[in-house]
């Protein structure tokens, strides 16, 4: 069993940035892909951006290319997700997900672990 807690959201403005954390417990956590998850009032969840166990792997949401950054300290257990240029489009809850194999994923229903979700609110 793995359990994943999120952390760092908030209300932020546009054009601003926000550093999300998701800790995780149990061991071999570099054996598990992670990724993040987001859904936003109204709209289904989307996939927004998942890493290997080793790190080697990433994959973004083309909507957030070049403005978020997912990376892992397997070390420590964590992984983050950095956002810069925040949109208002970006509001969501976001969720830390992860799954049994080191391989990486864009589908949902390929992640055995979920968060419970840290809100993500960016003013206009």
């Known amino acids: 069993q793995v359990q994943l807690v999120e952390s760092g959201g908030g209300l932020v403005q546009a054009g601003g940035s926000l550093r999300l954390s998701c800790a995780a417990s149990?061991?071999?956590?570099?054996?598990?892909?992670m990724g993040w998850f987001r859904q936003a009032p109204g709209k289904e969840r989307e996939f927004v951006a998942s890493i290997s166990g080793s790190g080697g792997g990433i994959f973004y949401t083309e909507s957030v290319k070049g403005r978020f950054t997912i990376s892992r300290e397997n070390a420590g257990n964590t992984v983050y997700l950095q956002m810069n240029r925040l949109k208002p489009e970006d509001t969501a809850v976001y969720y830390c997900v992860a799954r049994g194999g080191s391989l990486a994923s864009a589908r949902d229903r390929d992640y055995d672990y979920w968060g419970q979700g840290t809100q993500v609110t960016v003013s206009s």
């Open positions: 149990g061991r071999a956590f570099s054996r598990y892909a």
